[in-house]
């Protein structure tokens, strides 16, 4: 199972961003995906994650952030709106065979992360 993340960056306060998790090695859409984040010195924490089309998120992001998947693709994707500084980090997908969970040491299979910086 490979999972390999994309589209971090640099962005202002306040901006928008879209991440992409391309997934192979697995029945995609049997799978419950998950997003992560880690800042530098801070646990790893839950970002959102979906099952079939049953989404979930944190309650910091909840509204500004939209998780989705194209199982025809095998990609699942974060849009990030109004951005934060405190909310720069490196970025991680995963990916569970079990329901849809906040909880990391639930997920299996994780990418190597995408960096996101915000810029004030």
């Known amino acids: 199972v490979q999972l390999v993340e994309s589209g971090g960056g640099v962005v202002q306060a306040g901006g928008s961003l879209r991440l992409s998790c391309a997934a192979s090695?697995?029945?995609?859409?049997?799978?419950?995906m998950g997003w992560f984040r880690q800042a530098p010195g801070r646990e790893r924490e839950f970002v959102a994650s979906?099952?079939?089309?049953?989404?979930y998120y944190a309650d910091s992001v909840r509204g500004r952030f939209t998780i989705s998947r194209d199982n025809a693709e095998n990609t699942v994707y974060l849009a990030m709106n109004r951005l934060k500084d405190e909310e720069a980090a490196v970025y991680y997908c995963?990916?569970?065979?079990?329901?849809?969970?906040?909880?990391?040491?639930?997920?299996?299979?994780w990418g190597q992360g995408t960096q996101v910086t915000v810029s004030t």
């Open positions: 995963a990916a569970t065979q079990g329901p849809i969970t906040s909880t990391g040491a639930q997920y299996e299979y």
């Open positions: 090695g697995l029945t995609f859409k049997q799978y419950t």
């Open positions: 979906i099952k079939w089309q049953v989404t």
